[in-house]
């Protein structure tokens, strides 16, 4: 598509040993953040753990990655991270042990890399989810994550950090000085497990303490934030409105998120609760407002009136160098899935990403702080920023869609024993 020209990242390069000069500054660098967050770190059946071993990750903020590096202290790690944050740095990032992954893509040689890693006997991270999460609950985890965790054999260990939404959401990032914290490490799957359980085992396990919710945790745990402004952007995961149930009208400020189509304003509490000015209070819980919308987006495409298009810029990322402008295209998403389609220096492309190669898509409000909402399509060789150029419209909105259209689709595959992805699951899960 005219791009060929483009030098494409090096996915196939063995990862890097985090080098020994790097790891006192990352520690340095890292152990200041759980200072300040007076951070808790309950570790369970981790006594006489040393790497290799397998770490999955919750992701809510790159507080993350701060508190996952004091968790292993002081063993070394490989991180897989989005090619985006290798944008300049590359060489930086894979002698701190990085290894570039496109999100949402099925990469065989992910798992070759990761195979290195544990050879090396270090630690291989993970954050299965891809993504920080919207609103600081789980994010579905893809089904090829349980077929790694048996391909590798070795322990299997979960960190689950609880505050990091709370303290700086995604909808409006910037440290709120959300304190104490916490989190727990916990050994799910010992070494000698690791070449015994089923891979159904270990999806059931994973499943089981990959559970967390930011906003209970902080009304649980008494959690006040002061943070004047906190639920400002607010409205960008809450984009319809519960009393008049228009879409795209909503709007935040202070601690205020209102509807202009009908007025209505609801008040977040210092301890992350909402409750309407005036007239019922629809969900106190962001997350239950959240699941609404979901279920509003689930009863679109059950009737099929679910569709989005829009004129969008794109911006493709095939390597570490830079953003590309490939100009306008069309956007479109259905129950066929996303279509983008554009023209690039006289040449016409066309790229799809049917509903079955997508469980989840990664949204950005703002990105970069210049650029506005976009949504990010990947293949193995390059990545597409779209930005719709239309204000009805929300990335939330596709992320849901996206998410609630893979559900459907597994859910009639799995009927039928004999369909394309029916079969895949039991490969993936055969011992």
Not at 6 to 26: A, D, W
Request: proline share 4%; with cysteine.
């Amino acid at each position: 598509m005219g791009q060929k020209e483009f030098k494409r990242f090096n996915m196939i390069k063995p990862p890097t040993r985090q080098r020994s000069f790097l790891m006192p500054i990352g520690w340095l660098a890292c152990f200041p953040a759980k200072w300040l967050h007076r951070y808790t770190i309950t570790k369970v059946n981790m006594e006489g753990l040393k790497p290799p071993y397998l770490l999955l990750c919750n992701h809510n903020a790159f507080l993350d990655l701060m508190i996952t590096t004091t968790a292993i202290f002081p063993h070394r790690a490989n991180y897989i991270a989005a090619i985006d944050g290798f944008i300049g740095r590359e060489w930086l990032l894979r002698q701190a042990g990085c290894i570039c992954k496109r999100k949402f893509t099925s990469d065989v040689q992910l798992l070759y890399q990761l195979r290195r890693v544990v050879k090396n006997k270090d630690i291989a991270v993970i954050f299965p989810e891809a993504r920080y999460s919207l609103c600081g609950t789980t994010s579905d985890l893809p089904d090829a994550l349980f077929g790694i965790t048996s391909y590798l054999n070795v322990p299997v260990v979960t960190l689950i950090m609880h505050g990091h939404h709370v303290n700086s959401p995604f909808w409006n990032t910037g440290g709120r000085g959300a304190k104490p914290l916490e989190a727990t490490m916990t050994q799910i799957i010992t070494a000698e497990e690791a070449a015994l359980i089923s891979n159904e085992e270990v999806a059931k396990r994973i499943k089981e303490k990959f559970v967390y919710d930011d906003f209970a945790w902080q009304r649980d745990n008494h959690i006040k934030i002061k943070y004047k402004n906190r639920a400002k952007r607010l409205h960008r995961i809450l984009y319809k409105c519960p009393n008049c149930n228009t879409e795209y009208k909503t709007e935040s400020f202070k601690n205020i998120i209102r509807c202009k189509a009908c007025g209505k304003n609801w008040i977040m509490s210092e301890y992350g609760e909402l409750s309407a000015s005036s007239g019922d209070t629809e969900f106190t819980h962001i997350p239950d407002w959240y699941e609404w919308q979901r279920d509003k987006v689930k009863e679109e495409i059950k009737e099929g009136r679910y569709s989005f298009s829009s004129k969008v810029i794109v911006r493709s990322l095939p390597n570490a160098r830079g953003h590309i402008n490939l100009g306008e295209g069309l956007l479109t998403h259905n129950s066929n899935g996303f279509k983008l389609v554009g023209n690039y220096q006289g040449e016409h492309y066309e790229i799809k990403f049917p509903v079955k190669s997508m469980y989840a898509c990664h949204i950005e409000y703002n990105y970069l702080g210049k650029y506005g909402d976009c949504v990010d399509l990947n293949t193995l060789t390059d990545t597409y920023y779209c930005y719709p150029q239309t204000d009805e419209f929300s990335v939330t909105k596709l992320a849901l869609a996206t998410e609630e259209l893979f559900k459907l689709y597994r859910e009639e595959q799995c009927k039928n024993p004999d369909s394309e992805y029916s079969k895949s699951l039991v490969s993936r899960f055969r011992k």
